[in-house]
């Protein structure tokens, strides 16, 4: 299983990013991507604590962990930017915290998103045609989300995505802030599926995730 939207101490997560590691690998985690919210204040320092722990904890174990960032709830404007700059500060995952529904997000930090160097959108919200559209000219992976509030438009996310061929940008995250929150196979299923995914679609998701994931390690899985 890979994960690569989860959240520690270092912003409003509950764990230190070892324990959380460890949390995910002891219920069959084969990858972890930490992606702490971050502004232009915190970024440099969560990058670098991050990468410090990802490289130490990963040299004694077999999970695959990438350090990340989520920009979040920023001026539209200054997403371009704080995304270049995470990509030179080493960020394995860049990505942007969307037009939930569930919390007051700037209108057009979708499009700003879409428009920058980076991984996924998380959350969405009541995405746009044309803001998918960008996300097919920009190869920008969408998030189905597991976490309460923002998983309710998961199925407006579906119904978008194959409607416009971009299915195959899909992929399914906890946005875990505690270890209850890390996904389960079944849990994990149940998102998909319930979001309006049918089988073959839920099956080519779980293959996004491991596209997602070779691109974020360079290749190695």
């Not at 989300?145 to 923002?150: K, N, T, W």
Request: with cysteine; net charge negative.
């Amino acid at each position: 299983m890979f994960d690569y939207h989860t959240h520690t101490l270092l912003s409003d997560g509950a764990l230190l990013p070892a324990e959380l590691s460890r949390r995910a690998e002891h219920i069959g985690y084969r990858a972890l991507g930490i992606t702490d919210h971050v502004d232009s204040g915190n970024m440099e320092q969560v990058i670098d604590q991050l990468s410090r722990t990802c490289s130490d904890i990963g040299r004694q174990s077999d999970m695959i962990l990438l350090p990340g960032i989520e920009l979040t709830h920023l001026p539209p404007a200054m997403i371009p930017g704080l995304a270049g700059r995470a990509r030179e500060l080493g960020a394995a995952l860049v990505i942007v915290h969307g037009e939930t529904v569930a919390e007051p997000v700037i209108p057009g930090t979708n499009g700003a998103a879409l428009a920058s160097d980076i991984d996924v959108l998380a959350h969405p919200g009541l995405i746009t045609a044309e803001d998918v559209r960008s996300a097919l000219d920009r190869d920008v992976y969408l998030e189905l989300s597991a976490r309460r509030g923002h998983c309710l438009t998961n199925g407006h996310l579906v119904r978008m995505a194959r409607e416009l061929g971009a299915v195959h940008l899909l992929v399914i995250a906890s946005d875990a802030h505690a270890p209850e929150d890390l996904l389960t196979e079944a849990r994990r299923r149940a998102v998909g599926l319930g979001a309006g995914l049918t089988p073959e679609e839920f099956a080519q998701v779980l293959e996004n995730g491991k596209t997602l994931l070779r691109k974020a390690n360079h290749g190695t899985v």
